[in-house]
Every structure is written in C-alpha cells, then in structure tokens.
C-alpha cells in the first residue's frame, strides 16, 4: 500500500471533497474498481449492493449531511459514479450481506496512565488486493479545529485525531443483527467523531446516535488537564445496541474484532478459526512491557519475543484467492497531544525495523 497525503484548509465539506477526488482522481477510481469486483468475488449480487449503497448514503445524508457532500463532490472530481463511491464508503454495511469473514480487521492496544498522553498503537489488517493506496489527511473540519485520519480513498475515515486531544482507533466486529438493511456507515461515525467529539462522552453520543446494520468498536483516548485525568473507552456498536469497555485496572485497553461487553458478546459471529482470540492472548501477553515507549520502541514491544512471527503481524496465505488473503497493511499510533499520526504501511515488526513516518 502506497501512503498519499493531501493537506485541506478549506472548513466546507463540498470543497475537500472535490480536492480530494481532484488531487487522486486515480486513487478514488481504483478503489471503487476493486471494491466492485470484491463484492461479486464474495457472492453479493451487484444490485444489491448498489441498493445497500443507496440506503446506506441515504441515511448518512439524514443523519449528518456534509459527509454525504464530500463524498459526492469526490466523486465527481475523479470522475466516478457517485453511488460507486458511496458503495465503498459503505463497505462495512454491504459485506454484511455476505457469510462472517474468517478473519476481522485489526489489533489495538491503548495505555492510559494516570498523568500524561495515551500510548496507542494498532495494525490495520485487510486484502493487499483492495488497497494500493491509502490516504493521510491534514484537514479543518470547522473553523479554529484540525484533524488528522488515515482512510482508505472514498470510506470517511478509520484512524485520527483531533486539535481537541482525542485520538480514534476502529476495529471491525460481527454481530448476528448485522443485516444487509444498511445503515449509517460506521466509517463515517468515526469520521464524526474525530470532527466534532471533544472527549469520550462526545464519542459515545456521536456514536450512540447514528442507527447502524453493521458492528464495529470506536477506542477513543481523551487528553486530561489540570482538572482529570486523561481518559479511555472502547465503544462497541452493533445493531443490537451500544456498550462501552473500560481499560483494565493497568491502564491498557485492547480491542481485536471480538466483542468484550458481555451483552453483545452473546451475539459474536466471528468464526471459531478466527485470530481474534490469539491476538488479543498476545496484546495482553505483551502489553506491560509497552509503556513508556517512543512509537517504535512500541512497535517492536508490540511483537514482543515472537517478532515477525508474532500474532498480530498479519502474513498472507498466498495459496489462497486474494479476497481471502489477509495482510498487516499498516502500522499506526496516535499522539493526540500534538497532533501526530505515526505510521509504517507493514506490520509491527517492520516499523520498528525500517521507521516509521510522523504524519
């Protein structure tokens, strides 16, 4: 996967969405291509999945329509059909109308000390296949604010910070209400959450608001002051309802695609041959020896004594077809107190032996 970067002043909607489709009109193309042929590969019939699409940015147009702006202006400036893009903004709600992947996305682990940043780290697991490119924005979502997101080009955003101090990790989950209904897309929850959320409290309304047909997890971290403490929550979201998980009694919070909250748990359809378990075994393994670091010492604490063969270097079965071949495509962490994302496209591993990018 190839990083590309944009930086936006502009605070109107319309406007970054037609610099980004402006700046990579071949970016936003390729991923509508490939998503298209990734829904027939997975057995969704491509009408569908338009009308998924359809009802999906629909209901992203009523409940908070500059995101639904955006994503048409970008669409436009590339030369894309409008409901092409929306159809991969809406990714996560059209996959609900195939069979639970075997794998999820991602593994996060977040430490919350009792003075201080949040330490944050997480891999974005997905199909080489999709993503040649992946987008940095440096964007204002309103006047006197900034934000920072990786995203794949035409979904709203997946991990980001905000001037306000909070940071936003998104790992992917299932649940058995997931439905083909279609929804408000869960990546533009998360992209409202790093636009508008001040705090943790901010998210959770943000997040509770939105009616969805898909799951996910939201792990968020809030600066602290002079006045409290800096803050954690993962906050999973589902059809069947919203829970928020707490960090444990260290300061550590981590979220691989299975749920926590024992409620929505009783629901989990990720299947049994799923890493979730193994990775999560490993964060909490490994998650004592990551404080206190700088981002690649973190990295490198992250794979722990398995190093390149550690769970959460995702390696993909080459045997396998594409769309079933998963690979660690990034390496992020968030330094919401000065606005910094941290990244290496690679697993942990490789981060902490080639770099990574301060963005």
């Known amino acids: 996967m190839r990083l590309l970067t944009l930086t936006s002043s502009t605070t109107d909607p319309r406007e970054r969405g037609r610099q980004i489709g402006g700046a990579h009109p071949d970016a936003v193309r390729r991923s509508a291509e490939l998503y298209r042929a990734h829904f027939a590969a997975l057995g969704i019939d491509l009408d569908r999945a338009d009308e998924i699409a359809r009802r999906s940015h629909d209901l992203l147009r009523g409940w908070h329509a500059p995101l639904a702006e955006e994503s048409d202006a970008m669409a436009d400036a ?139 997890v939201f792990t968020v971290t809030e600066r602290g002051d002079d006045r409290r403490a800096p803050r954690a929550a993962s906050i999973e979201v589902s059809p069947a309802g919203v829970a928020v998980v707490a960090p444990a009694g260290d300061g550590w919070l981590l979220h691989t695609n299975h749920f926590l909250d024992e409620g929505l748990a009783a629901g989990d359809t990720m299947p049994a041959d799923s890493t979730t378990a193994e990775r999560y075994a490993h964060l909490a393994a490994v998650r004592s020896g990551m404080t206190g670091l700088d981002p690649l010492e973190r990295a490198a604490a992250m794979c722990g004594g398995d190093g390149h063969d550690a769970a959460v270097c995702m390696r993909p079965e080459l045997d396998k077809p594409s769309h079933e071949q998963w690979e660690t495509l990034l390496t992020i962490g968030i330094d919401a107190d000065s606005l910094h994302l941290d990244v290496h496209p690679g697993t942990p591993a490789d981060a902490a032996r080639h770099g990574m990018t301060r963005f």
């Open 78 to 216: 590339a030369g894309v059909d409008r409901l092409l893009v929306a159809a991969v903004g809406a990714r996560t709600e059209i996959l609900a109308a195939a069979e639970p992947q075997r794998e999820g996305e991602c593994s996060t682990a977040v430490h919350v000390p009792a003075t201080g940043a949040a330490e944050t780290i997480q891999t974005w697991d997905w199909h080489a296949a999709l993503v040649p490119f992946g987008l940095l924005l440096d964007y204002a979502p309103a006047a006197g604010r900034r934000a920072k997101l990786f995203t794949e080009f035409g979904t709203a955003a997946k991990i980001g910070a905000n001037s306000a101090g909070l940071g936003l990790h998104f790992n992917i989950l299932s649940h058995r209400q997931d439905s083909a209904a279609g929804g408000v897309p869960v990546h533009a929850i998360a992209r409202r959450i790093i636009d508008e959320a001040d705090s943790v409290d901010d998210a959770i309304a943000l997040a509770s608001s939105a009616a969805v047909s898909a799951s996910t």
